[in-house]
């Protein structure tokens, strides 16, 4: 039980706020790691190499490009604000140099580590730059970035995903073709919010006249596939303001839509200024509502819910967040960033100064981490943690947990009668129809939404069996 209970912790269910139970996590590959509370020291996870050799390697990295405008109120994202240098134009700040320089160091270290083969021999099949605000880097630098990832693993581009985010009012037609020239082919666009007045209050550096800018740029340059990133549960937010902003996000037609709770973080201004349940922020009946109604509006429209925040026309999944969420291998690279490696979650320095360093003694600390593996209770909580990260990470997909099978694959090694202990777990739920039970038996998943909205109720219950 307390090993289940700091599991919780490190993952940030416990988080004893009326909230709780609202579903959401924040784009990208930094807000799922830091929710999930990896650091060098004790984020570790497992690769399938102990398994039976099952892993294919990492497919997927992640690159962190950290420069916004100004900090939004709410952001804890390891974050570079430029002021008044960041200009969205070719004129660039000196930092951008220095920082791809870092990049390029810190890939080109993992070239022993390709050549060892933890990528199985495959080449990337995803490429995520999140950040920060990545459309402020000016395309000469990105192709920088792709190259070394390329030099050092080979990107499959018959196929690849490649996604980049951007906000409104960082670019224009041309740079985003010119982004799309480089093989960009999905954009994630954080407009947050279609109401001017809610931009404001939560820092945003962008107005709704770029945000309808960015959306005819975007139609313009058609990459493959674009998201639209909005934000809900934010303060003096009204239903009828949300629901206005999904009429507007449907109405521009993009092939995905992801809608994030707002999380009141420590350190934020939000933090100060508000009491999370407590107006202006929305009480926890509203706040279910606000997820409803997106689920309703955007699965009438055609749009699958295929993650708990997530919504995509058929074949516009994000494939590399499906890689976060089937607890695949990663690389990642850049400030903040999390990579999931040899079996180890190791974050990277959130202060850029702390990172330039570690991307300097990069080799000696990576070999330590490494070598901290091995070893018998340390070993035991490694593969718990694996298992429970599957079981948290699934339930948030509309696919579920795949049950059947992980005696299997666990049993083996040291955790007993898992598929028991989960069904267990669920069968109050499955009872009030808050878990669903696959024809064949052999899988739940969440219902959509009413468990959804108890999603970490439900994780909670099945981790006290552990
Ligand atoms: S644009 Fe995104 S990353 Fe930048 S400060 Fe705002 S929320 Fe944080």
């Not at 990049?103 to 199985?120: K, P």
């Not at 508000?274 to 926890?284: C, F, K, Q, R, T």
Request: charged residues 30%; glycine residues 10%.
């Amino acid at each position: 039980m307390i090993a289940a209970r700091r599991a919780l912790r490190r993952r940030g269910l416990l988080r004893g706020s009326p909230r709780a139970e609202t579903p959401g996590l924040r784009r990208g590959a930094p807000c799922l790691l830091h929710a999930r509370g990896a650091t060098e020291s004790e984020g570790r996870g497992e690769n399938g190499g102990r398994f039976g050799g099952k892993d294919p390697g990492a497919r997927s990295a992640y690159v962190h490009l950290p420069f916004c405008k100004r900090k939004c109120f709410y952001c804890d994202f390891p974050v570079v604000a430029l002021g008044s240098e960041a200009t969205g134009t070719e004129a660039e700040p000196p930092i951008f140099e220095s920082y791809v320089n870092l990049l390029e160091r810190e890939v080109g270290r993992y070239a022993s580590d390709a050549a060892r083969g933890s990528s199985g021999g495959k080449k990337l099949d995803t490429v995520f730059f999140g950040g920060g605000t990545p459309s402020l880097i000016p395309p000469r630098q990105l192709e920088r970035v792709l190259r070394r990832l390329d030099d050092t693993f080979g990107i499959e581009w018959e196929g690849a995903e490649i996604s980049m985010e951007c906000d409104p009012g960082t670019f224009d037609r041309r740079r985003l073709r010119d982004y799309i020239d480089l093989g960009v082919n999905r954009i994630s666009m954080g407009v947050q919010s279609f109401d001017d007045r809610l931009l404001e209050l939560c820092g945003r550096s962008h107005t709704l006249r770029e945000v309808y800018q960015a959306i005819d740029d975007l139609h313009a340059a058609s990459p493959a596939s674009w998201s639209i990133d909005l934000m809900f549960g934010l303060p003096h937010q009204s239903l009828r303001a949300w629901e206005k902003t999904l009429d507007e996000a449907v109405a521009a037609e993009p092939s995905h839509v992801s809608c994030y709770d707002l999380q009141v973080e420590e350190a934020t201004p939000f933090a100060r200024w508000y009491e999370v349940g407590m107006a202006p922020l929305p009480d926890e009946d509203t706040s279910a509502e606000f997820f409803k109604m997106a689920s309703r509006r955007l699965g009438s429209e055609g749009y699958s819910h295929y993650e708990i925040s997530n919504y995509a026309r058929e074949g516009h999944e994000c494939r590399h967040n499906m890689a976060y969420w089937r607890n695949s291998p990663f690389y990642a690279f850049g400030l903040g960033s999390t990579s999931n490696l040899h079996g180890r979650r190791v974050q990277r320095p959130r202060k850029y100064k702390d990172y330039e360093a570690w991307v300097e003694d990069h080799d000696r600390r990576y070999l330590e981490l490494e070598q901290r593996g091995s070893g018998g209770e340390a070993e035991e909580q490694v593969v718990l943690d694996r298992l429970l990260d599957e079981v948290m990470l699934s339930l948030r997909l509309k696919d579920g947990l795949r049950v059947a099978g992980l005696d299997e694959t666990f049993g083996g090694c040291g955790i007993a009668d898992v598929e028991a202990r989960i069904m267990d777990a669920v069968t109050v739920h499955i009872e009030k129809k808050l878990v669903l039970l696959s024809e064949d038996g052999k899988s739940i998943r969440l219902s959509d939404p009413e468990g959804q909205l108890v999603s970490n109720s439900i994780i909670s219950d099945i981790f006290c069996k552990f």
